[in-house]
């Protein structure tokens, strides 16, 4: 049996970059990832760093968009980490924070983007509301139909398939042992320990780091813990190439869309389109399955994306691809230490690409005794209920 001071499974951005922040601290670590570093969620994504509150947060009523403005530190903590990161970790990640536009077509759109603006401004996120003239000097892509934007300067996005990558190298050069192909195939708590064990190896670690994205909830099972993380299949689209056209991240705030253009020129479209979830001989969904391409989807997101710039319609569509995330009972993630299970932590759920970076860094920082009251919101204490009843 090998000895580990941190074991942590999975090996998507989260888990790589817990890896190295621990590694380069000084700890022991050991990450085992199924499949190969950096193929879940975490390599298939649209790469946005977005920092206004997202739509999802504001078509569900006051309560949530309020909830959802409380992570507000938490973004201004991933603005700075992600303006350091290619330095930090050096290496080029295409990280281009140009600034982020959330558009609105209609009255009552305006009517929305100006709450969630001021929502912002009261939690120290400076977004500024724009009219549309103002909008389309800034980003001339834009459709005549835009009424309003709000523009946020720290915005923009990064390559999904090198960030990964990336942490994954800066662990194994600080230290960290990463195993590849490795499903972890059982888990247990003995005492104070966990033992964990993958292919022919078991791994006894003081702590254990479930950072799976949608398996986090069949890890946690192992344990005879619930988490309330539930898989999401999710589908995106690249067109050809095309000189520069679109200079910032382009959200809506009433249509399911984002919008950016990658360095070699493609347009990478999406904004949470569905995708059918795979499910076992059983019929529960299985999130390693491949998830299928809904039709309608990909229709409405182009729809989406050519009202609001229409010169995307002069492209022809190169790739659509599907990945699978995990949305949490209440939509925020969940990132912490499992109080029932001392030593257990967890982080899964939300936009994990945009905020991974930081919940890494804070959890580690955690795990040695430095305050972290920005995780506070996101703790998993707050479904602690769910493992009342669990021995
Ligand atoms: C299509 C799509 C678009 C998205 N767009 C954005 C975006 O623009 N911006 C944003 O911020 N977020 C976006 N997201 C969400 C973001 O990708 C995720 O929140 C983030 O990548 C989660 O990273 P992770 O490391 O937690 O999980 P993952 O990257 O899913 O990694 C989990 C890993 O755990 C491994 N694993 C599972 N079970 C086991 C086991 N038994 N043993 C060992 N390993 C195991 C898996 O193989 C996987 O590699 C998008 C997601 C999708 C699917």
């Not at 009219?131 to 389309?136: F, K, P, Y």
């Not at 190169?318 to 982080?347: F, K, N, Y």
Request: charged content about 20%; some cysteine.
């Amino acid at each position: 049996m090998q000895n580990a001071d941190v074991l942590i499974v999975g090996g998507g951005l989260v888990g790589c970059a817990t890896a190295w922040h621990l590694a380069r601290g000084g700890a022991q670590v050991v990450l085992v990832e199924a499949g190969d570093i950096g193929m879940g969620a975490s390599g298939q994504n649209a790469g946005s760093l977005h920092f206004q509150l997202e739509r999802r947060f504001l078509e569900n009523g006051e309560a949530l968009a309020e909830q959802a403005a409380q992570t507000a530190a938490l973004n201004r903590l991933a603005i700075d980490d992600w303006r350091r990161l290619e330095t930090e970790l050096g290496a080029d990640l295409h990280v281009v924070m140009d600034g982020g536009l959330m558009v609105a077509e209609t009255a009552e759109q305006v009517a929305i983007l100006e709450r969630k603006v001021a929502r912002e401004n009261a939690q120290g996120i400076n977004t500024r509301l724009l009219d549309g003239d103002e909008a389309r000097t800034l980003a001339p892509c834009l459709s005549p139909g835009i009424l309003a934007a709000g523009f946020l300067a720290d915005e923009g996005h990064a390559d999904a398939r090198s960030v990964t990558r990336a942490f994954a190298q800066a662990a194994a050069a600080s230290g960290a042992s990463l195993h590849s192909r490795s499903p972890v195939t059982s888990a247990s708590r003995i005492e104070r320990h966990f033992e964990i064990g993958f292919r022919e190896s078991t791994v006894r670690a003081e702590r254990l780091v479930l950072a799976c994205g949608a398996w986090t909830p069949i890890l946690c099972a192992k344990l005879n813990l619930h988490m309330p993380l539930y898989p999401v299949a999710l589908q995106m689209n690249a067109t050809e190439r095309t000189g520069p056209r679109i200079g910032h991240l382009i959200q809506h705030v009433g249509r399911r869309l984002s919008m950016k253009q990658t360095d070699a020129g493609n347009i990478l479209i999406g904004g949470g389109w569905p995708a059918r979830l795979a499910s076992d001989p059983r019929g529960a969904f299985d999130p390693a399955g491949k998830p299928v391409l809904i039709p309608a989807s990909l229709a409405g997101n182009l729809r989406a994306a050519i009202d609001t710039a229409p010169f995307v319609e002069t492209l022809n569509l190169i790739r659509t691809w599907t990945g699978v995330t995990a949305i949490s009972a209440d939509q925020l993630p969940i990132v912490g230490e499992v109080p029932s299970m001392p030593g257990c932590w967890v982080a899964g759920g939300g936009s994990a690409f945009t905020l991974g970076p930081t919940f890494a860094r804070l959890m580690a920082q955690a795990m040695v005794g430095t305050p972290t009251p920005e995780l506070d919101i996101v703790s998993p204490a707050r479904f602690e209920h769910l493992n009342s009843f669990m021995g």
